[in-house]
């Protein structure tokens, strides 16, 4: 992975020195907040998922002893964690959370932008990445693992691609929706093979430090446990419900139902994605396939029941690429981009009024809306678009 460590590099020349310092400064500020808050119940379960693997013991199980909610991430994850679960939760709370940001911001450098645009992404994404980190979790990382498998299709890589597309699927599931990359792959036959390779590779890789019963015990557990879940996060129409904040999540609780069926949304947003694929021609701009990473970022957020407020952070990198990749920028197009700062980003932080942030953002799911309304303009775009080369890119 010396990819990684080269892109560090970039930085000093690129003299972007201080907003990647701020970058790093908020998730160090936040995991230092909630470790001195004792505030970090979701690092707990994550640290968790490595001893009960090592221990075998059921990955899904209740440890009210341990922490509160249980673990809801594949046996894969146990692996992710591992070097973190071995140090004091002090240091691994803040190398968790400089991780997370550190892997996501090389992913945005590798995406074909400028430097303006990078910067206005990392500038856009910035507040979700710290509501992420104050939440000590695994989204940003989640977002880095979809954006690295686009870039590496891109550079004929199928190999690393199909790794972060697994990666990502195996840990939290939201990576397969990175699967659709395939249509851009010039290897296609390579990258079915490695994808199958990687598949086998890493749904063992976690038995190195259990056993292979144990683990395959775990994927079905993790079944249940995930499915269980889906029951829970529907169930509750409550303002105090934090998650569900999706499409169906609005639908739900604008019309106070509980029995709103997903599929209703889904499968006519499934058919939505996949209709402009058939527009073969358009694989081979940049701007096209660009579009195409923006909306597998925002979908797999606004179209999940477990999307939850600290999630938004994969949501906000897609919506601010939409941003970057509109040439030129309308008032509309910049009203928008405002609207969802405010509605998405920063109405569920301390900066919004304690009333509006739970009565009317959270009560209604409101921080999916701006995410949805850009996803049908991306839709329209890749539907409907003529793309010509821009500025956008390098």
Same mark, same amino acid.
């Given at each position: 992975?010396?990819?990684?460590?080269? *892109?560090?590099?970039?930085?000093?020349?690129?003299?972007?020195?201080?907003?990647?310092?701020?970058?790093?400064?908020?998730?160090? #500020?936040?995991?230092?907040?909630?470790?001195?808050?004792?505030?970090?119940? =979701?690092?707990? #379960?994550?640290?968790?998922?490595?001893?009960?693997?090592?221990?075998?013991?059921?990955?899904?199980?209740? &440890?009210?002893?341990?922490?509160?909610? !249980?673990?809801?991430?594949?046996?894969?994850?146990?692996?992710?964690?591992? %070097?973190?679960?071995?140090?004091?939760?002090?240091?691994?709370?803040?190398?968790?959370? !400089?991780?997370?940001?550190?892997?996501?911001?090389?992913?945005?450098?590798?995406?074909?932008?400028?430097?303006? =645009?990078?910067?206005?992404?990392?500038?856009?994404?910035?507040?979700?990445?710290?509501?992420?980190?104050? =939440?000590?979790?695994?989204?940003?990382?989640?977002?880095?693992? +979809? #954006?690295?498998?686009?870039?590496?299709?891109?550079?004929?890589?199928?190999?690393?691609?199909?790794?972060? $597309?697994?990666?990502?699927?195996?840990?939290?599931?939201?990576? !397969?929706?990175? $699967?659709?990359?395939?249509?851009?792959?010039?290897?296609?036959?390579?990258?079915?093979?490695?994808?199958?390779?990687?598949?086998?590779?890493?749904?063992?890789?976690?038995?190195?430090?259990?056993?292979?019963?144990? #683990?395959?015990? /775990?994927?079905?557990?993790?079944?249940?446990?995930?499915? *269980?879940?889906?029951?829970? =996060?529907?169930?509750?129409?409550?303002?105090?419900?934090?998650?569900?904040?999706?499409?169906?999540?609005?639908?739900?609780?604008?019309?106070?139902?509980?029995?709103?069926?997903?599929? &209703?949304?889904?499968? %006519?947003?499934?058919?939505?994605?996949?209709? %402009?694929?058939?527009?073969?021609?358009?694989?081979?701009?940049?701007?096209?396939?660009?579009?195409?990473?923006?909306?597998?970022?925002?979908?797999?957020? +606004?179209? /999940?029941? /477990?999307?939850?407020?600290?999630?938004?952070? +994969?949501?906000?990198?897609?919506?601010?690429?939409?941003?970057?990749?509109?040439?030129?920028?309308?008032?509309?197009? +910049?009203?928008?981009?405002?609207?969802?700062?405010?509605?998405?980003?920063?109405?569920?932080?301390?900066?919004?009024?304690?009333?509006?942030?739970?009565?009317?953002?959270?009560?209604?799911?409101?921080?999916?809306?701006?995410?949805?309304?850009?996803?049908?303009?991306?839709?329209?775009?890749?539907?409907?678009?003529?793309?010509?080369?821009?500025?956008?890119?390098?």
């Amino acid at each position: 992975m010396n990819f990684l460590f080269a *892109e560090f590099r970039v930085f000093k020349k690129w003299k972007i020195a201080l907003p990647v310092l701020l970058w790093f400064a908020l998730a160090i #500020i936040a995991g230092l907040a909630e470790y001195l808050h004792q505030s970090f119940n =979701n690092y707990l #379960i994550f640290r968790q998922v490595f001893w009960h693997t090592l221990e075998q013991t059921n990955l899904y199980a209740a &440890y009210p002893s341990e922490y509160a909610d !249980i673990n809801h991430y594949g046996p894969l994850f146990s692996m992710v964690i591992a %070097p973190f679960a071995v140090l004091p939760d002090w240091l691994g709370v803040i190398l968790w959370n !400089i991780a997370n940001a550190a892997v996501l911001l090389i992913a945005i450098r590798m995406l074909p932008l400028t430097r303006k =645009n990078f910067l206005i992404v990392l500038l856009i994404s910035a507040v979700e990445m710290m509501t992420a980190s104050h =939440n000590v979790q695994f989204n940003s990382m989640t977002a880095a693992f +979809i #954006i690295f498998a686009f870039v590496f299709v891109e550079k004929e890589k199928d190999i690393w691609a199909t790794l972060f $597309i697994v990666l990502g699927f195996l840990t939290k599931l939201y990576g !397969i929706a990175a $699967i659709v990359f395939f249509l851009f792959s010039k290897h296609r036959i390579k990258f079915t093979g490695y994808f199958i390779m990687w598949l086998v590779v890493l749904f063992c890789l976690p038995m190195i430090i259990s056993s292979p019963a144990f #683990i395959i015990q /775990s994927y079905a557990d993790w079944y249940t446990a995930i499915s *269980e879940k889906v029951v829970q =996060n529907i169930s509750s129409l409550s303002h105090t419900n934090m998650q569900d904040i999706c499409v169906m999540g609005i639908v739900r609780r604008t019309f106070h139902t509980s029995n709103f069926n997903d599929l &209703y949304v889904l499968l %006519p947003a499934v058919a939505i994605f996949g209709l %402009p694929l058939l527009r073969m021609a358009q694989y081979k701009n940049l701007l096209y396939r660009m579009r195409y990473l923006a909306l597998v970022l925002i979908s797999v957020v +606004i179209f /999940s029941d /477990s999307a939850e407020s600290a999630t938004y952070v +994969i949501a906000m990198v897609g919506a601010a690429l939409w941003f970057v990749m509109k040439e030129p920028k309308s008032p509309a197009v +910049i009203a928008l981009l405002v609207f969802t700062i405010f509605v998405t980003s920063l109405a569920t932080t301390d900066l919004c009024p304690q009333y509006i942030k739970v009565h009317v953002i959270r009560a209604f799911a409101l921080k999916a809306l701006p995410c949805f309304i850009i996803w049908l303009l991306l839709i329209r775009e890749v539907a409907f678009g003529k793309f010509h080369d821009n500025k956008i890119c390098v």
